[in-house]
């Protein structure tokens, strides 16, 4: 039996899924297509500085985003968009490697537009990744988070069943050029074999 069989499938370029926050509002999740360019950046300028300045990548470059939307390869960064009215208001990736040693592992990241952070959007999207990730065959999610700035974040993971292997110091550097911590948090989304394997001795 190949690893490929022994998961659940998943059709992403099919996938959506329709979900409510506790506040009852109604949400569309769905992977990022190439149209999404400019509701991703508005949704990234409305950032606030404090926010953006732990963020990997300057988000504010309008042809960063471009970039993203032109080259999509959902089996390299697998782009997961909530979408309310037709804007963004939360962006989650797994980013995975197509070979090699860490071929079983995702990195997550997850970030929420601030107005949706207390109803439950943050955990949700984590959760749909944990489910997506276990539909791929991934068998470990990692996520790196800023110190400074990651507390609800931290707490977000938390309770989604990751925990905390490391705290890297200086690790990286924020936007004004400063060092920054970095919290390492892992999750086993399912064993290296389990029960969905069928051995043959």
């Known amino acids: 039996m190949t690893d490929q069989d022994m998961y659940s499938k998943i059709d992403i370029n099919t996938y959506q899924k329709e979900t409510e926050l506790k506040n009852g509002t109604k949400v569309l999740l769905r992977p990022m297509v ?18 953006s300045r732990y963020l990997r990548d300057d988000v504010s470059s309008r042809l960063l985003v471009e970039k ?19 804007a963004i208001i939360g962006d989650a990736t797994i980013n995975r490697r197509r070979s090699g040693w860490k071929n079983h592992l995702g990195t997550v990241r997850v970030f929420v537009h601030k107005e949706y952070r207390d109803v439950g959007l943050g955990h949700l999207m984590i959760d749909e990744l944990v489910d997506i990730a276990y539909k791929l ?38 936007r004004e050029n400063m060092p920054v911590d970095v919290a390492v948090m892992m999750k086993d989304v399912r064993p290296a074999h389990d029960e969905a394997y069928d051995y043959d001795f």
Request: glycine share 4%.
């Open 137 to 174: 065959g991934i068998e470990k999610l990692i996520v790196e988070i800023p110190d400074p700035a990651g507390t609800a974040a931290i707490n977000a993971f938390t309770r989604a069943g990751f925990h905390r292997v490391a705290v890297i110091p200086n690790m990286v550097k924020d």
């Open 68 to 86: 993203w939307a032109k080259n999509l390869d959902y089996e390299k960064t697998l782009p997961i968009l909530a979408i309310k009215d037709d």
């Open 34 to 51: 190439a149209e999404d360019q400019d509701a991703l950046y508005e949704f990234f300028k409305a950032i606030p500085k404090e926010d």
